[in-house]
Nanobody, 119 residues
Framework: QVQLVESGGGMVQAGGSLRLSCAAS????????MGWYRQAPGKQRELVAF???????DYSDSVKGRFTISRDNAKNMVYLRMNSLKPEDTAVYYC?????????????WGQGTQVTVSS
C-alpha cells in the first residue's frame, strides 16, 4: 500500500516562502507524473503544478513565476517551493502521484498539509 506523506506546511505572512515535501512510503514504479493540488475552503481541488517523468513541468497561471516544483527520482520525493505567497494561496495542499501501465492510470494522494498565508 503506497502512502504519500506531505510536510512543510504552516503559517506565513504574505510575501513569505514555504517549501513543501512529499515522500512515498515505498518505491513507486511506472510513475508518469507527480504533482501538487490544493483545495481552499468552499472551493474545488485544483492543480497547482506537476512534473512528468522526463522533467517537464507546468503550473497553474495563478502560481507561475512564484512556485517551483521539483522531484528526486531516487528518493521518490516531490517538492514545491512557494515564494511570494499571497493570502489567496491559503489552502490544503495535496501531493499526487500518477502511475501509468499501458492505458491504466492510478492516482495516489497524500493526506494534505495546511498552508495559511496572512495579510
Amino acid at each position: 500500500q503506497v502512502q504519500l506523506v506531505e510536510s512543510g506546511g504552516g503559517m506565513v505572512q504574505a510575501g513569505g516562502s514555504l517549501r513543501l515535501s512529499c515522500a512515498a512510503s515505498t518505491r513507486i514504479f511506472n510513475i508518469n507524473a507527480m504533482g501538487w493540488y490544493r483545495q481552499a475552503p468552499g472551493k474545488q481541488r485544483e492543480l497547482v503544478a506537476f512534473i512528468t517523468s522526463d522533467g517537464t513541468t507546468d503550473y497553474s497561471d495563478s502560481v507561475k513565476g512564484r512556485f517551483t516544483i521539483s522531484r528526486d527520482n531516487a528518493k521518490n520525493m516531490v517538492y514545491l517551493r512557494m515564494n511570494s505567497l499571497k493570502p489567496e494561496d491559503t489552502a490544503v495542499y495535496y501531493c499526487n502521484v500518477e502511475t501509468l501501465v499501458g492505458h491504466t492510470r492510478v492516482h495516489y494522494w497524500g493526506q494534505g498539509t495546511q498552508v495559511t498565508v496572512s495579510s
